[in-house]
């Protein structure tokens, strides 16, 4: 069975940082490639980042471009998010999605972690 | 940047017919894809490729596409059905692959 658990949220104050951790199980992590969508309080979704099943390939949103990083170990089975200089807005339920091989949507989704940035 | 039109609700009674659409200029060169959201719990993939149902997503969900409007039509809703529902497609050039719609909140009656 798949499972995505993610990790890590909580509360940090404007300009602070957080590190998000998925924990991935139940498939060859190395073989697919992997997102962070996040959805703000009461709002939709928002992709936020994707990295290539080597790494090797990255985007980001433009909001978040510049702030976040997002990696991956293999060898550990676990997918990251490095977030920097956060902001209010960046308050949201942190998602970890797995990319559904050759296509664009997410097949299989963690049950997220909240991130609130507020002083 | 590329946008995905939803309508904010839909209503329906139990046992009719629900249909959601999303708008977007390029859905006529880029699949679209459906997802259930029910609340306090994580978004579940419904229909991929305009049209294909993952296993285990009920018969009574499917989808459908005409020009630049996507449909997800759930057939004899039930009220387990009651949940937000966002589409999500790409750009015409990819640019921008992975937005989402508004979201459409569908409410059994």
């Known amino acids: 069975e798949v499972q995505l658990v993610e990790s890590g949220g909580g509360l940090v104050q404007p300009g602070g940082s957080l590190r998000l951790s998925c924990a991935a199980s139940?498939?060859?992590?190395?073989?697919?490639?992997m997102n962070w969508v996040r959805q703000a309080p009461g709002k939709g979704l928002e992709w936020v980042s994707y990295?290539?099943?080597?790494?090797?390939?990255?985007y980001y949103a433009d909001s978040v471009k510049g702030r976040f990083t997002i990696s991956r170990d293999n060898a550990k089975n676990s997918l990251y998010l490095q977030m920097n200089s956060l902001r209010a807005e960046d308050t949201a339920v942190y998602y970890c999605?797995?990319?559904?091989?050759?296509?664009?949507?997410?097949?299989?989704w963690g049950q997220g972690t909240l991130v609130t940035v507020s002083s | 940047s590329y946008e995905l039109t939803q309508p904010p609700s839909v209503s329906v009674s139990p046992g009719q017919t629900a249909r959601i659409t999303c708008s977007g200029d390029a859905l006529p060169k880029q699949y679209a894809y459906w997802y259930q959201q029910k609340p306090g719990q994580a978004p579940v993939l419904v229909i991929y490729k305009d049209s294909e149902r993952p296993s285990g997503i009920p018969e009574r969900f499917s989808g459908s596409s005409s020009g630049t409007t996507v449909t997800l039509t759930i057939s004899g809703v039930q009220a387990e059905d009651e949940a937000d529902y966002y589409c999500?497609?790409?750009?015409?050039?990819?640019?921008?692959?992975?937005?989402f719609g508004g979201g459409t909140k569908l409410t059994v009656l």
């Open positions: 999500q497609s790409a750009d015409s050039s990819g640019t921008y692959p992975w937005v």
């Open positions: 990295i290539s099943s080597s790494g090797s390939t990255i």
């Open positions: 139940g498939f060859t992590f190395s073989s697919y490639e």
């Open positions: 999605a797995r990319s559904n091989h050759g296509d664009y949507d997410f097949d299989y």
